[in-house]
């Protein structure tokens, strides 16, 4: 049996990535991080960044509790947490750019070339929390090494609910 991506015609796989990237761009990526902001009343707008803001920080807080950091680690936390403003910043810019374009104005190259700055923002920000991380993560004794992995292991899902991995 050939895999699913053979399967399906090229310009389908483009089609469909295509319109998956599109519904990722136009919507956001959260209730947490929609950005009211690019077209509601100032106070309103301020209201939503403080709310998009204290999400970030709760997420913050979170994964520092979770992660068991020590006074004398502090400081390394510090930049991972700045890496994760830095990272959330600059989504959110990319965010307010797109919702500031006339709604149809734009071909599909530059549909494609506006998913590609977004991904592209993604993965810079990874490689920066991966680089501030690291330097955390060595600093770690092996009994914190093991409850990081398991933190990052299982971060983000529901309690009680197991991992699924499907066969590519």
Not at 125 to 130: C, P, S, V
Request: with cysteine; hydrophobic share 40%; proline share 7%.
């Amino acid at each position: 049996m050939l895999p699913l991506c053979r399967s399906i015609p090229f310009a389908r796989r483009l089609a469909i990535a295509t319109l998956i990237g599109s519904t990722l761009l136009v919507s956001p990526r959260t209730p947490a991080h929609a950005n009211p902001a690019a077209s509601a009343p100032p106070q309103l707008a301020q209201n939503a960044t403080s709310h998009r803001d204290q999400r970030l920080e709760q997420r913050v807080t979170k994964l520092h509790a979770a992660l068991k950091i020590t006074p004398d680690e502090e400081p390394l936390w510090s930049s991972v947490a700045q890496v994760m403003r830095d990272n959330d910043a600059a989504m959110e810019k990319l965010v307010a750019e797109k919702r500031a374009q006339t709604p149809g104005s734009q071909t599909a190259l530059d549909d494609l070339t506006t998913y590609q700055a977004f991904a592209q923002a993604h993965v810079d920000g990874l490689k920066n929390l991966i680089a501030a991380f690291t330097t955390l993560y060595n600093s770690m004794p092996d009994a914190q090494k093991k409850t990081a992995d398991h933190v990052f292991q299982n971060f983000g899902r529901q309690p009680g609910k197991k991992a699924q991995h499907h066969a590519s």
